[in-house]
């Protein structure tokens, strides 16, 4: 198997699929029309309810959606090999994540913009909406502390990716000041801000940010409260647009670059059942691959985007299938590529790595020896030898090693993608283009995608806590509306994901979030499935309660395992953010049984 027949498979399967599959459940479940006026034309606030060109609002979608998790959850699935993280992509893709975006966005447009959520009280039961609710709040707290984490560790690592962030951001302000006020045409406004964030990207090179971890979350928290609580016009969707071209380009390149080198894989296509992965303890393939890959999959998150900004800004129903199906394609094909990169070099850079630390190390200990400190040198060998020796890194242990010795070697997921990106860009006839360039490149995909899914997850938080908080209105209207504050209802979120960032658990928040969100799917999907048969009156809501079952059995067990096998370790090491986890998966177990027992009795009264 080579990346180039890996990248063709993946191409000809979503295309084909987009066009068929995908326009059958548009015109024949949905049946969708632009007869019916779109919340964001009958509800403009000029806030929230803002319509939106339907580029500008793919590139808004797809940016929100795609954060880091189709980057750096396949980079986590390598530890099974190249093949059971391929499979869970593309079958989720299929029959699960498009599916699921679609319907969600669809069923928001036809409650006047308004949550999946809100969507489940009235076609469920009341009590189904409020448990959702709450599982819904405590992922987007997990989502934050999880992009937190991948961003700031990112930021540390490679300072210029850090000045290219904020250099983009400034000019995303310009281009929809060019869109808004100016009111400049799409396309010229377009070309001159590609043009303006091809300088931030230079800009970053020459001037580089570079603060600690801990200084980044600070930085990032006020970031988000802002961003969140600001007009949707000022900087989410130019940035989110400004952002979609520059993953385009990326895609673009890692398509050709992984056609055209004919690589052959390097890594194992499988690898053992339970390698050592979350929380340093063996994961079973099932049923703990939704904790690593997700949104590259599918994403209870997405549904949260489609119904929360992308269904109030949306200008007509045929926009849907583009927007909403279309995304989630693109997202699986990004994560494709990813894992195409990886593949064909991922045991060549660690290795590298590796040798690289060794002989960093070594050049370490003969300085001081020289120095005659032999005390020293002695210490710096130790060190060597407790850090990096004991990998001894090959093809026949890449399953257990894989996660291992990217920690020794300070290399996180993320950090490993840029470098395998680069490398394979590098291997291409594409290597006219500068290696730090595109490290830039790639790390850009990873913060800036975080970047808008912070703020956008703040952005949800506040219609997530509004719609909350609506049976107290009238009771306690002073309380109601101090809490349903823009800037207040966006700082909740923000801070509690925040301490959980700090805790470094990398290891433990991303499977966290991973287990919230994919939980969300199955409840968003089944969600999906009860306005296809209660409010459309259609005969395929089968075809989203079968996989919303299988889904939903998978993640409950996989919380239940997490929360027994994992988390009592991890407790011990950082008690304050480890309890906050665990307390927080035992209650969203709690309101996912509840919620199935809803759904499951509103199946039988349906039929």
Not at 343 to 370: D, P, Y
Request: charged letters at 10%; a positive charge; proline letters at 4%.
């Amino acid at each position: 198997m080579t990346t180039t027949v890996i990248c063709i498979i993946g191409f000809i399967l979503y295309m084909g699929l987009y066009f068929t599959y995908g326009k059958k459940i548009e015109r024949d479940v949905v049946r969708a029309s632009d007869e019916i006026e779109a919340p964001s034309k009958r509800l403009y606030d000029g806030i929230d309810y803002v319509p939106a060109h339907r580029m500008v609002l793919f590139g808004h979608h797809f940016s929100s959606i795609a954060g880091a998790g189709p980057i750096v959850g396949p980079a986590m699935a390598m530890c099974w090999g190249w093949l059971p993280a391929l499979a869970w992509v593309w079958l989720g893709n299929i029959f699960i994540g498009a599916v699921h975006d679609y319907l969600a966005l669809m069923a928001s447009m036809r409650y006047d913009g308004k949550s999946i959520q809100f969507v489940a009280s009235d076609l469920i039961s009341k009590r189904t909406g409020t448990a959702f609710y709450w599982i819904v709040f405590f992922l987007l707290v997990l989502v934050v502390a999880a992009f937190a984490t991948v961003i700031s560790s990112m930021f540390v690592k490679t300072p210029e990716i850090a000045g290219a962030s904020i250099f983009v951001t400034i000019v995303a302000i310009i281009l929809g000041y060019l869109l808004y006020q100016v009111k400049m045409n799409l396309p010229a406004a377009t070309v001159i801000g590609i043009a303006l964030m091809a300088v931030a990207i230079w800009g970053g090179t020459l001037m580089p940010i570079a603060l600690s971890f801990e200084a980044w979350l600070v930085v990032l928290f006020f970031y988000i409260i802002i961003a969140a609580a600001i007009p949707v016009n000022i900087l989410l969707q130019p940035r989110d647009y400004l952002n979609s071209w520059l993953l385009y380009f990326g895609i673009f390149v890692g398509f050709a670059a992984a056609f055209f080198t004919f690589r052959g894989v390097e890594i194992p296509m499988m690898t053992e059942f339970s390698p050592i992965l979350v929380g340093g303890k063996p994961t079973p393939f099932w049923p703990a691959i939704p904790l690593i890959i997700a949104c590259g999959s599918l994403s209870g998150f997405h549904s949260l985007v489609a119904s929360g900004t992308s269904s109030k800004q949306i200008t007509k129903e045929s926009d849907g299938l583009f927007i909403g199906y279309g995304s989630m394609f693109t997202e699986g094909f990004l994560s494709t590529i990813v894992i195409c990169a990886i593949a064909g070099f991922g045991f060549t850079a660690l290795r590298n790595g590796h040798e690289a630390a060794m002989a960093a190390q070594a050049a370490a200990a003969a300085k001081a020896a020289a120095a005659g400190a032999v005390a020293a040198a002695g210490g710096a060998a130790a060190a060597a030898k407790a850090t990096v020796a004991p990998f001894a890194l090959t093809l026949d242990n890449w399953g257990q090693l894989f996660t291992k010795t990217s920690e020794a070697l300070k290399l996180s997921q993320a950090n490993l993608v840029v470098q395998t990106y680069s490398d394979m860009v590098a291997a291409s006839f594409l290597s006219f283009i500068p290696v730090k360039i595109v490290k830039i490149i790639a790390g850009l995909w990873i913060s800036a995608f975080a970047l808008t899914t912070l703020d956008t997850t703040n952005r949800i938080a506040r219609y997530c806590l509004v719609e909350m908080l609506a049976p107290v209105k009238d009771a306690a209207s002073g309380i109601y509306n101090v809490l349903t504050n823009r800037w207040i209802a966006s700082l909740v979120p923000a801070l509690i994901g925040m301490y959980l960032a700090w805790s470094k658990q990398f290891t433990i928040v991303w499977p966290s979030f991973g287990a919230a969100n994919q939980l969300i799917a199955s409840i968003a999907l089944m969600t999906g499935a009860a306005f296809v048969a209660k409010k459309l009156k259609s005969k395929f809501a089968i075809m989203a309660v079968v996989p919303a079952y299988f889904l939903w059995v998978t993640v409950t067990a996989a919380i239940i395992w997490f929360m027994i096998v994992v988390m009592p370790a991890n407790i011990a090491k950082a008690p304050g953010q480890g309890w906050t986890v665990q307390i927080i998966m035992g209650i969203m177990l709690v309101l996912n049984f509840l919620f199935i027992f809803d759904f499951i009795k509103m199946r039988k009264q349906g039929d």
